[in-house]
């Protein structure tokens, strides 16, 4: 690694992680505690001077602090916070010990360094050779009850980008219980700031939500099972009056897609913390003597000058050190999915018909989603059955999958591992492997139950059944769905730690079951793309981008709504991630009417595809079709690699929404504008670009006109005034070249 990107300083417990444009520092002290020194703009030397001392009433000290009663951990900045020396504040870690008190004394015990970025047993993390990226681990030990922690830290200089992770030991000779077991903190000394946050529900995903953070705390997260539609388990902390362009702000990304807690706290001297880590509700790991947990990453980053630049780095972080691109000979595919065109009620000769349409149009993959297999014409039944239904389809997969590739196109299909219905074969014979409280009713959703995936045997299962599907034809791709939350957690299977309702320790387990049989399934079938999908967005993740490279952004394909979806999944995730189709009108999900055009930008800041029967559409409409599709395929790498910029708020902003694609030598760029109110006598609605070169001149490649890349970003670009409801206008720029 170049120009030392991690620094000891072995002689004042000083350690100093380097990225290209920022610093995080931390400090052993004089006690052996883990200091948070400070997260910015890369800077030299020491900034122990932000520390400050006083005698606090009701802040007490440690026994070592002697007669310095103003050492206090309650008032101190830590690296890994925990109950029991007297910091009262939301802490990183509770643990108890076997004799049942609640208490641990974490001191510094050693550290290592080396070259690439660590990886995690079992668990999604970025990944970084020797040249990209170093690891710091750090150890910290309680003495008394032998509770060793090993503080992960992977920096990533050209990213900007800093992971944590945590290893937790019971090197003791008791058992201890791990109540809280948090992935990462990070402690500000005073200053005002403002939470952002992303909340939704089934069909209206990551909602953008800024808070001030006050005293007392708050916090979002998940007791559902996966990280869920409500609350997403990225956030960011932003200095108030920080914005797109200007200002500083911290982002959390956390690598795991069970439940989680993000949590805000302004302390009683105006300090604020944010933690992140596995949901403590109900959480309870017991740890043997010499057992290991590991706690999940968290991908961290700091941006000097505002939201923008931190989205970019979270963008190609993800995208170029998480994700996991498919061996494929060509891009990714433009698909079409047929939940939209036929729902449950189709036959293999509808599929084709799909497909001979849609080849017409351009398209490269037609996905059969949920219904081909099992006894499974409703959602009441079926599922866990992963056999053809051949009787429904009329013909083999096999016989179908060839059909399709003669039309000129790949072949996708859904599935749903993780779920069983009561009216299955699976069922019948393994009403043990679902989740269900013995003397207790489950709760049924969407008529189905959850498969406990924390027992090895159910893993297999599910591993040789769809291994049994995929070699029965050739499959290019499958949509992963999970369509429920997580109720009535007991595992029947003592061996694992099983016969237990722990949930939180079952639901850990459960995750790792998920990971091992996607990481199994990506070992066979190392051409195969995985698309993510959690009815819609419910799972979308940092964690489940490992596995999946994309993600079903929302069951809700309404243009207009899926502006802000898209607008809330941007701060944290590439557009390369998020799965966008266009749809029929009127829209299922919320019956409105939006021109095919509009349909089409909007899907285009994604994965593009579609969601509908081609067979349903105009002749004009047709061609629409076929010239978006050129069009998304010329454009994708500016699209997919160039950096995205949201131009408006939606959810503040009534007029206009507007985003953009700036290639990153500035030369190219696509700007996107949907109206969305319509008014007699407007007024002009101007759009101010971002991410352009001040000093150049930028050519409408349409219509030849010239605009100082100044003036587009300050006083901006007037929308042409477009009749009727939700227009879109496209606008490509390219920078004049001098001489040219
Ligand atoms: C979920 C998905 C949809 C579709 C259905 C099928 O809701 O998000 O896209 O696949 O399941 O049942």
Known sequence: MTDMTICCDEQNGLFTLHTKFTTYQMKADRLGYLLHLYYGPRMEGSAEYLITYADRGF??????????????????????PFRGEGDYRSTALIAENADGSVSTDLRYAGYHIREGKYSLPGLPAMYGQAEEAETLEIDLEDTASGLQITLLYG???????????????????????????????????????????FHGRHAME???????????????????????????????????????????CWGMSFVYSGEFRAEAEKDQYGQTRLLMGIQDEAFAYPLAPGETFTGPEVILSYSAEGLAALSHRFHRAIRENLCREPERETPRPVLINSWEAAYFDFTGETICNIAEEAAQLGVDMVVMDDGWFGNRSSDSSGLGDWVVNEKKLGCTLGELSEKIHECGLEFGLWVEPEMVSEDSDLYREHPDWAYRIPGRKPVRSRFQLVLDL?????????????????????????????????????????????????????????VLGLYDLLERLRTRYPKLLIEGCSGGGGRFDAGMLYYTPLIWCSDNTDAIERIRIQH????????????????????????????????????????????????DMTREEKEEVRRQIREFKELRPLIHEGLYYRLTNPFEEREAAAWSFVSEDRREALVSVVTLETHGNPTTAYIRLKGLEKEAVYRDRES?????????????????????????WQLRLEKVESGS
């Open 454 to 510: 924390s027992r090895r045997e159910v893993v297999d299962y599910l591993f040789e059944s769809l291994c049994r599907v995929l070699d029965s034809a050739q499959i290019e791709y499958i949509k992963w769905d999970m369509n429920r939350s997580i109720t009535d957690v007991y595992s029947a299977n003592s061996a694992q730690g099983g016969g237990t309702a722990n949930p939180g320790a079952v639901l850990y387990r459960y």
């Open 59 to 80: 802040s007490g000290n440690p026994y070592e602090a002697g007669g310095d009663r103003t050492y206090s951990l309650d008032a101190l900045p830590q690296e890994y």
């Open 155 to 197: 920096v990533f200089p050209e990213l900007d980008i800093i992971t944590r992770a945590v290893r937790i030991k019971n090197a003791g000779q008791q058992p201890i219980v791990l109540r809280k077991a948090g992935s990462a903190c990070l402690d500000c000394v005073p200053g005002e700031y403002d939470l952002i946050t």
């Open 704 to 728: 030849g006109a010239c605009y100082p890349g100044a003036a587009l970003m300050t006083a901006g670009i007037p929308v042409p005034a477009m009749s009727g409801e939700y227009q879109a």
């Open 206 to 248: 990551r909602n953008w939500q800024r808070i001030g953070v006050e005293h007392g705390s708050y916090s979002v997260g998940s007791r559902r099972g996966t990280s869920s539609h409500q609350y997403s388990p990225f956030v960011i902390l932003a200095r108030h009056g920080a914005d797109e362009d200007a200002g500083e």
């Open 568 to 615: 809330g999944t941007s701060f944290g995730f590439p557009v390369s991630s998020v799965g966008s189709h266009v749809s029929a009108v009127p829209n299922h999900q919320t019956g409105r009417i939006v021109p095919m055009k509009t349909r089409g930008v909007v899907a285009m800041a994604g994965n593009f595809g579609y969601e509908l029967n081609p067979a």
